[in-house]
């Protein structure tokens, strides 16, 4: 297991349609992060999820996006009718359970909207 | 919402000099984490200080953490041109241990 890997790496999309991205984390790693980051900015939280159990999403996850981590291990991040404004990194990451562990970051999925 | 700050926002340096970066945050936290992130790429995680600790040693990297003024910085000595990239300063302050970013500092060192 080399690390955190995300599928697609790019995806260009028309404005309205559905998008979906998959993260596959480090296999002995409870906890899952997706994150939004902007150009020029840093990493914007949006939900986490230990096992399959989604304990937390932001704020900035409005009812269009959805994720799911079935059976915890890979998770997607589906995020419909896409807006410009959805055009951005998003970026997974993982961690163990013990605290004092930092995050393993995937390379992200770079969406543009058009 | 970012939680921290850091400060520059961009720094440019010759081989070989040290390059200090600041982050200031809000609220208290568990553990402050530094990150690097090279253009187009993920994060890669660098160094972590608990609340408890004052300083921290990896290699070139030196962090420290002053709880009472809520703010850290991160020197990376002998810099290399292999270190140019975005660096992050991230608060853990919850039972969830979400991260919360800073905008990062800018480092371009030059050769």
């Known amino acids: 297991d080399t690390g955190v890997s995300q599928d697609p790496r790019h995806k260009i999309t028309k404005r309205g349609q559905n998008v979906t991205f998959r993260c596959d984390p480090i296999s002995e790693h409870n906890r899952l992060y997706w994150y939004r980051q902007t150009l020029g900015q840093g990493p914007e939280f949006l939900t986490y999820?230990?096992?399959?159990?989604?304990?937390?999403k932001s704020r900035l996850l409005s009812d269009r996006f959805s994720a799911e981590r079935p059976k915890g291990s890979f998770s997607t991040l589906e995020i419909q009718r896409t807006e410009q404004g959805d055009s951005a990194m998003y970026l997974c990451a993982s961690s163990p359970v013990r605290t004092g562990a930092g995050y393993t970051f995937g390379s992200g999925t770079r969406l543009t909207v058009v | 919402s970012q939680q921290g700050e850091e400060d520059p926002q961009a720094l440019s340096i010759q081989e070989g000099e040290n390059a200090t970066m600041n982050c200031s945050y809000k609220t208290s936290i568990n553990n402050l984490q530094w990150y690097r992130q090279n253009s187009g790429r993920g994060l890669v995680h660098l160094i972590l200080i608990r609340s408890n600790e004052r300083e921290k040693h990896s290699g070139r990297l030196r962090v420290t953490l002053d709880t009472s003024k809520k703010s850290s910085s991160l020197l990376i000595t002998a810099s290399r041109a292999a270190d140019t990239a975005s660096y992050f300063c991230a608060t853990d302050a919850g039972s969830a241990r979400q991260l919360t970013f800073g905008s990062g500092t800018q480092l371009t060192v030059l050769p």
């Open positions: 999820f230990q096992n399959e159990a989604q304990l937390e």
